[in-house]
């Protein structure tokens, strides 16, 4: 069986494969250049470029500029196709996104809060605007408000579950039950709110599964309950050309499963990171002992926060993993070698093909993924 290409708008992927973005330098401009030659949609992501602390005073210019070469670079290797990922929570976040549109970034993935206002400033509507949720309420709220507004529709969504990496659209709570927030369950529910929005602007909606997704098989899975594509962040680590420090890298291959925990962020959300050396050393701090030089997080709760979060992951991405944060998807115990990214591309094309099945296969495959998702 073919493998179905994804559509957003007007950009036509050959493979259904979006590399997620990574903050604070796990996705720059080789891995998602990477990932678009090979067919899928890379994508660069505009947190913590710039240095906080060297930056000082010209924090936001440096990081605007930081993210322009960012994708200047990843322009000038792949003809392929490039997202921005921009975080709400970020101080200049409408800024990174001016940036990423003027240097004819033809997607921006805007997570970590509500996108209401992102089509006044983005008009262009060759701009594909993908929010990622967490929930079919957020869809809803969000399709509602820009057609009310701005008589605009999203160009995608990005279904973010419970088992991804990085900072959650989830409460610690929810967190406790990711069996309530499954794929499974979450979309059919958003393919049914967006569904009135199709018809108003005469044209699909895509759904694109993230969280937990790690082998074709699952991708096959998402295919078949109605997602046209899936995000992908954890796996794209372990390649050889993610940015990270080897240290990082080889603190996902060591992780056991029971090593993979929630964590509190200064940002006030909870995230999935490994439980390290700084993790524990955390966990035994007080409050409020931190400096901070910028607020480069309008979210950042710097009075009770008990390290600098951005700091924390720069120490990962450097290489000093004993005083930084790793944060990684819950299968991130599942990888066990660094491989390149067409060596990780073919793979699950392979397995995907494999996995392509026919109605009538559909409901030995929903049993056999019930028995190892749970
Ligand atoms: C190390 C790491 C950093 C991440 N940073 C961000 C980020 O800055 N912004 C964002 O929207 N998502 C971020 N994510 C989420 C990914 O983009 C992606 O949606 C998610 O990891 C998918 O789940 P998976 O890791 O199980 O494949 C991050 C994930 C990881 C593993």
Redesign the pocket.
Known sequence: MNVPQLNIGNLSAKLPIIQ????VR?SLAPLAAAVANEGGIGTI?S?GLADVKLSGANFLRNSLEALRKEIRLAQSITQGHLAV?V?GVTCNAYDLVRTAVEEGIEMIAF??GLPLKLPALVEDPDVNLVP?ISSPRAASLILRTWHKKYNRSVSAFIL?GP????HLGFSTEQLQHPEQFTHEILLPELLLAVKPFEDIYGKKIPVIA????FSGFDIARMLQLGASGV?????F?CTEECSVSSEFKQAYLDAKEEDIIIVKSPVGMPGRAIRNRFIRSVENREKGRIKCAFRCLSACKIENARYCIAEALLNSYSGDVDRGLI?????ASRIKHIVTVKRLMDELVIELEQNLTSKTQHQEMTQAYQQVSL
């Not at 997620?20 to 903050?23: A, F, L, S, T």
């Not at 088992?163 to 990085?166: E, H, K, P």
């Open positions: 997620g973005g990574m903050g796990v992501s947190i990922n975080m997570g970590a990622i973010e088992l991804a990496g990085g993230a969280g937990g997704i995000q992908m962040g954890t796996r680590v944060f990684c998807g819950q299968n």
